[in-house]
């Protein structure tokens, strides 16, 4: 299982000071050489924290970057242009901190069937950012993307047992369920070092991407100490499986 590491935060802290640095190319490849298996890069339509030539910068000197990004006309033609390794495809509301739910791939399958078939053509592999509900998945899966990445957000969000348990389960349902009508999968949104490991435990997924914990944690412990931690949580639940 792979970690991908979300590094917009980076460019936040930046941009608070209108600096060229902490730079988040050079994030990039401290995350890269720690272990983390992509680099992912939320290109957001205000532009507030990663910018154009960040993304550019990154996917073509580490060819490793997954880009973040809305179904916005011109942003699927700047991805073209940059040709990241992978997109995912997530909703976007200009005031929210942070993304907000999955998408409504029912409302737009074809739309999504379109952006697929683009990005496939520049041997792009494509993801949609899914709410853990079974017919989104099903839409999903018609629209062509080749990974669906299940929000964890409601699950790291809830904080009574039982209340966490239900949404493990019906992570854990969607999982089967993707993995079954043909979908790889992916999970990300709100994890961190305490419960990235119940997340682990779910058989089939392929890759965790894991932001804003890892960049909070590294301004203490340094980016390549992050990293490797989280990589040590990810491959113990891993090693308890078997
Ligand atoms: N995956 C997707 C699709 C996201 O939109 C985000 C947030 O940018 C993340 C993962 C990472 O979430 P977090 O920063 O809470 O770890």
Redesign the pocket.
């Known amino acids: 299982m792979e970690l991908g590491v979300?590094i917009?935060h980076v460019a936040t802290l930046r941009n608070a000071r209108g600096e060229i640095f902490p730079s988040p190319v050079h994030a990039a490849f401290v995350v890269l050489e720690a272990g983390a298996s992509n680099v992912t890069c939320?290109l957001r339509e205000d532009r507030r924290h990663i910018k154009d030539e960040d993304v550019r910068i990154i996917s073509d000197l580490t060819k490793k970057l997954n880009l973040?990004m809305s179904a916005d006309e011109g942003i699927v033609k700047i991805a073209m242009d940059i040709m990241p390794r992978s997109v995912?495809i997530?909703p976007e509301r200009r005031k929210e901190l942070?993304?907000e739910g999955g998408l409504d791939a029912i409302s737009n399958v074809g739309r999504f069937r379109d952006i697929n078939s683009e990005f496939k053509s520049i041997g792009c592999t494509t993801s949609a950012?899914i709410e853990p509900d079974l017919k989104q998945i099903e839409a999903a899966a018609e629209a062509e993307f080749d990974f669906i990445?299940i929000h964890t957000g409601s699950y790291a969000g809830k904080t009574g047992i039982k209340d966490k348990a239900i949404e493990l389960k019906r992570i854990k349902e969607a999982a089967r369920h993707a993995v079954k009508i043909g979908l790889k999968i992916n999970a990300?949104?709100?994890?961190n070092y305490k419960n990235v490991y119940d997340i682990v435990m779910i058989d089939g997924f392929y890759e965790f991407?894991?932001?804003?914990?890892i960049i909070s944690r590294s301004i203490f412990t340094g980016l390549e100490s992050a990293v490797k931690e989280m990589l040590g949580i990810i491959k113990a639940a891993e090693l308890a499986k078997v």
Not at 188 to 191: F, N, P, S
Not at 209 to 213: A, K, L, P, V
């Open positions: 979300n917009d939320h973040e995912t997530v942070t993304t950012f990445e990300g949104h709100g994890l991407n894991i932001g804003f914990s």
